[in-house]
């Protein structure tokens, strides 16, 4: 998982680059980087869940294959995308 720190330089650098290519306007700007901090957590939270879901998937199987292998990876991305359906994402 990311650090909070690592997260607050990444969301930091959206909201600059959005505000410099004036795409918007932020009436409270310390407002929206907290949310956009909340939402971003939100987001990756989500993301790791549907990862490790994933991953117990295939290692359930009987014969699963080896990680990082062709037929690891593609299971690996169709499991993924499932449970990120599931979740709403």
Do not use: C
Not at 9 to 33: C, D, P, Q, R, Y
């Amino acid at each position: 998982m990311i650090s909070d720190e690592k997260m607050s330089h990444i969301v930091h650098l959206m909201m600059n680059g959005l505000e410099k290519e004036a795409l918007v306007t932020f009436s409270n700007k310390e407002a929206a980087i907290r949310e956009a901090h909340k939402i971003s957590n939100l987001y990756l939270g989500n993301l790791k869940g549907a990862a490790d879901a994933a991953r117990q998937r295939i290692l359930s199987q009987k014969n699963a294959p080896v990680e990082k292998s062709p037929q690891w990876d593609t299971l690996y991305q169709k499991y993924l995308e499932e449970e990120l359906q599931k979740r709403g994402g």
